[in-house]
């Protein structure tokens, strides 16, 4: 992690320590991409690209967009280690046409590193899930999956999602996705006012066991984010995040801002390592000596 401009001075907890020694494989956040240009991409990137690492092209967005400025895109983030992918309902159309095969090829072709394999509006047996999982790992790409219904009215029950995330990793997926589509309500683990269905959440916490370091929760609400982190810590894998709050979701996993500060204030104080009426060391108190000469 590059150097902060806030060395020295201990504004993280130490609560969050596993945060900031986390290796790349854990604590993911998943940015999910509707329209963004090649220079704002590189400019947002210069800031916060540690903190990203794949990158979605959600919607149809990469087959509407100019191929020149999709390839010039996909280079930048190949530059940054940043995978990057299409959003699966454009594959599931590819399905529909019986394009799955060259879909894969021209996926590689481009430049993409992965693709996402979903059913979220099409029907698609396990055994073509399979299919599309091998056909992926044949044509050099990483296969990411995608569990759950766009339609508030199907959703599947915790059991199945479970069975379905362990099914894919089974086949060889890389990672799964839990839907929560771009609104995170009404949806996967949420509800209709966006907040977390905990009973259902723990329930496809339990069953999918260890694993659940290879699932990507959705959650595009500050709250959602907030509450998936206090359920299972900073390092939770979360996607759908709007690129302009991925440094605002870096903060919130550090414990720095209202929805986690009040969680290690509170435990702080129930420790015993900090007491609200207790005043500072003088020498600990003590500006910087340069600061002090100002």
């Excluded at 479970?162 to 099914?167: F, G, R, S, T, V």
């Excluded at 339990?206 to 609400?221: D, H, M, N, R, T």
């Excluded at 982190?229 to 414990?255: F, K, W």
Aim: charged letters at 25%; a negative charge; hydrophobic letters at 40%.
């Amino acid at each position: 992690m590059s150097k902060s401009a806030w060395d020295g001075i201990q504004v993280i907890s130490e609560f969050m320590k596993e945060r900031v020694e986390r290796q790349k494989n854990v604590g993911m956040t998943m940015v999910i991409d509707t329209c963004m240009g090649p220079q704002m991409l590189q400019d947002m990137l210069l800031v916060s690209n540690e903190h990203i690492d794949h990158w979605k092209f959600s919607y149809g967005v990469s087959a509407v967009m100019p191929a020149n400025i999709l390839r010039q895109m996909l280079d930048t983030l190949n530059q940054y280690n940043i995978n990057a992918f299409p959003g699966g309902t454009l594959l599931e159309a590819a399905i529909i046409q019986k394009n799955c095969q060259s879909y894969m090829l021209r996926a590689k072709e481009i430049g993409f590193r992965s693709v996402e394999i979903s059913d979220g509006t099409i029907t698609l047996p396990i055994k073509r899930r399979r299919n599309a999982i091998l056909c992926a790992l044949d044509n050099g790409l990483i296969p990411i999956t995608e569990v759950g219904k766009k339609d508030p009215a199907k959703q599947p029950s915790p059991e199945e999602l479970a069975d379905l995330i362990l099914q894919d990793l089974y086949f060889g997926a890389e990672y799964v996705i839990l839907d929560a589509r771009e609104s995170g309500r009404e949806i996967g683990i949420f509800d209709q006012n966006g907040d977390l269905k905990l009973e259902l959440f723990d329930k496809i916490l339990s069953l999918v066991g260890q694993k659940k370091e290879k699932v990507i929760w959705e959650a595009p609400l500050r709250k959602q984010q907030a509450a998936l982190i206090q359920q299972i810590g900073p390092n939770v894998n979360l996607g759908n995040i709007s690129p302009m709050d991925v440094l605002s979701l870096e903060s919130l996993r550090l414990g720095l801002q209202y929805e986690s500060l009040r969680e290690v204030a509170d435990e702080s104080t129930q420790r015993g390592m900090w007491d609200p009426d207790s005043v500072e060391n003088s020498d600990t108190a003590k500006m910087p000596q340069e600061s002090a000469k100002k």
